[in-house]
């Protein structure tokens, strides 16, 4: 989602992600465990990861399944929020087989569709993994309206900032809570790519945060997000603070200063809950897949 000060990165593309060496300098550093602590370091740090990579961003989407795939095994249970065309619903599905679900929301139709075609034709034995619900997850029950924009990405429950004109077409889709939807045990992953309606899925899922304490990935974008959804960026903070998360953004850096917030032009977080002690696993995610 488009935000302020960001830079072009067309999240579509996947370019080959490149693995560091033990003794590459990641962004002016030799340790992405050693991340910037004060606002003004922070960014430095990401201009600094601007300028090496030509004005474009790196492939986030890579970071996001390098990640899971260290933290899911055979067994667990994911959750894949705007599953779209099943990018990281099948490797997730993969990394949990065969005993393991994956519990794939995606409201629009026409997407539903082709992500079941899509797993009959390339990857049948993964059906009976794949659990694909046609609804949207929020913090409440019932009917709403779903926005579908002709990019079908962009499409959400609010209307929102599009990167053009995009002519919108107005549905009414059924609805519903991650707490009404998922009892079961153990949720290990979640991913929430909802153009804007994460802190309200969020909402809707505080006991299976409470009672399962998975790690989480949601899309943010802190200057937007917000005000399209109605509620200030404090509640989101203080949410994760009653939950006791700690907030990563997608290249690890720990968001635990307030004052971070104010160069976040980055649009994906982690939250991982502080007793697993889960940020070497993402930060080393990010270090595999940032070309530098």
Known sequence: MPARNRPSWNRFVRPPARRLRDNQVFGGRSDVLNPPSSLAELRAYYDSLYEKTG????????????????????????????????????????????????????????????????????????????????????????????????????????????????????????????????????????????????????KGARNLLKRERPAIVFEYDRFNTPRFYNYEHAELLDFWDSLNYQILDIIGTPFDQPELWQAATLWYYFALPREADLAGTIQSAARACIPL
């Not at 082709?114 to 009917?143: F, K, M, N, W």
Request: with cysteine; proline share 7%; net charge negative.
């Open 55 to 202: 004005g474009k961003w790196f492939d986030f989407e890579a970071i996001i399944q390098r990640a899971y795939e260290a933290l899911l095994k055979p067994g667990d249970i994911a959750i894949d929020g705007g599953a779209h065309l099943g990018a990281h619903t099948i490797p997730m599905a993969r990394k949990v087989a065969p005993e393991g679900k994956v519990y794939a929301f995606e409201p629009i139709h026409e997407l539903v569709k082709r992500l079941r075609e899509r797993i009959r034709s390339e990857c049948p034995e993964l059906t009976g993994v794949i659990r694909i619900h046609e609804i949207a997850i929020s913090d409440h029950g019932g009917i709403d309206e779903f926005l579908v924009a002709a990019d079908p990405a962009y499409s959400g429950l609010r209307e929102r900032v599009y990167p053009h004109e995009m002519p919108l077409d107005r549905r009414k889709v059924l609805v519903d809570t991650l707490d009404n939807f998922i009892p079961f045990s153990p949720v290990r992953f979640i991913k929430l790519d909802l153009e804007g309606g994460e802190f309200h899925a969020l």
